[in-house]
């Protein structure tokens, strides 16, 4: 394992987080409420990242994208999720969805999603989850089978994160129902004209609200043969390397989730007076600011190592992913319950934004693995399969 913890921020790359820092607080701050509350797709604020520049953020320039690599991803994420976690999911998951294509696809697949994902022509979703296997992705039911040039789909995915908004999407289906679990399992680009795909409700959702999450259900859904992603049969493990790619984004969606809940509630016990003084001037609320920022700080070191150990195309990025991405979620949903805590009554109610914070917070120790998932494979990482 790679232990060399040397990192910081280019100069490039802190001009580009004030840029972005720039851009959220002038178009997506004034909107974070109202899009929790009305729970609907911004495609304001989308198009504001697509004309800043932000939607081609570490996609290869070869292929049409703004180029960057998972640091920069992740710089912008942690900066949107500072004021607006259900924003930040807009890059995020369309990266998500990118990735198997990025990782195994053909030129003209990179191409098509490079150009269409910078440019806001196209947004992606990635379709893995269903309603009998979420841990347990291997256990999938949905079906491909060989009809002359192309594929034929059946099945549905569920708590797919952007469905609806995606017009694309990599679709996980077994295509060898015979042979051994997880290597029977290829990645389909499936797009949302053809027919037979629909969509189930959307998901009334606690947290990272105006990110719409659905259901993809697809009835005999004729894909042709160029939409194969990969190599038939080797898609589950397109699927666990995409994970492994995608975490520190979820890492930096967590840290910039307890980054904002943080800055807040400081700004709040500057100002708030108990007992005829700032209440930031108490020694337990000093010490629980303390240990926050401790947790914040090393959960940001995580985060960036792991980002770095992707752009490095390091050998255990399995092992920097699932650290960063399971100690930022613990630390996001520690940090703003504390944030919660430390406003009182005021923590509690929707006019303050830390309430949000906190169930956006719960969110990231679950999804693209739960944290349980992470530890499995950080202690597969230490002992080796026993």
């Known amino acids: 394992m790679s232990h060399g913890l040397s990192f910081h921020m280019t100069e490039e790359q802190e001009m580009f987080r004030s840029s972005v820092r720039e851009l959220v607080q002038d178009k997506i701050a004034p909107r974070a409420a109202e899009i929790d509350e009305a729970d609907e797709y911004p495609h304001d ?57 990025l990782l195994a696809g053909s030129d003209d697949q990179k191409k098509l999603v490079c150009t269409g994902l910078t440019n806001g022509d196209h947004r992606m979703s990635y379709c893995l989850t269903e309603p009998g296997s979420g841990s347990d992705a291997a256990a999938m039911r949905s079906k491909a089978t060989k009809d002359g040039d192309g594929w034929i789909l059946k099945g549905s995915k569920r708590f797919i994160t952007g469905a609806g908004a995606s017009d694309l999407y990599t679709y996980f ?93 400081v ?18 609320m000093q010490f629980m600011f303390a240990d926050m920022a401790m947790k914040i700080e090393t959960a940001r070191m995580a985060v960036f190592k792991a980002a770095t150990a992707v752009d490095d195309e390091a050998p255990d990025v399995s092992y920097w992913a699932a650290i960063a991405k399971c100690y ?26 830390v309430e949000r914070f906190m169930r956006d917070a719960k969110i990231t120790q679950i999804y693209e693995g739960t944290n349980q998932i992470q530890r499995v494979v950080i202690a597969r990482q230490i002992f080796g399969k026993l």
């Open 267 to 284: 700004a709040y016990c500057r100002e708030r007076e108990q007992f005829g003084q700032p209440i930031a001037g108490f020694q337990g």
């Open 45 to 101: 604020v989308d198009k504001a990242l697509v004309d800043a520049g932000f939607a081609g953020v570490s996609y290869p320039e070869e292929y049409g994208g703004a180029g960057g690599g998972a640091v920069e991803l992740c710089i912008l994420v942690e900066e949107i999720s500072r004021v607006c976690a259900g924003v930040s999911l807009i890059p995020a998951v369309n990266k998500l969805g990118a990735i198997p294509v």
């Open 328 to 353: 930022a979620s613990d630390v996001a949903m520690a940090v703003t319950t504390d944030c919660v805590q430390a406003l009182g009554g005021y923590g509690y109610i929707r006019e303050y934004p």
């Open 173 to 265: 289906a077994v295509t060898d129902p015979d042979a051994v679990k997880g290597r029977n399992i290829t990645c389909f680009l499936v797009s949302s004209d053809m027919e037979g795909v629909e969509l189930g409700r959307k998901e009334d959702k606690m947290g990272i609200r105006g990110s719409p999450t659905r259901e993809v259900i697809l009835n005999d859904v004729r894909v042709p043969v160029e939409n194969v992603v990969g190599e038939v049969n080797q898609g589950f493990r397109l699927a666990m390397r995409t994970l492994d790619f995608s975490r520190p984004t979820v890492a930096a969606q967590a840290l910039g989730i307890a980054q904002g809940a943080f800055d807040f509630a």
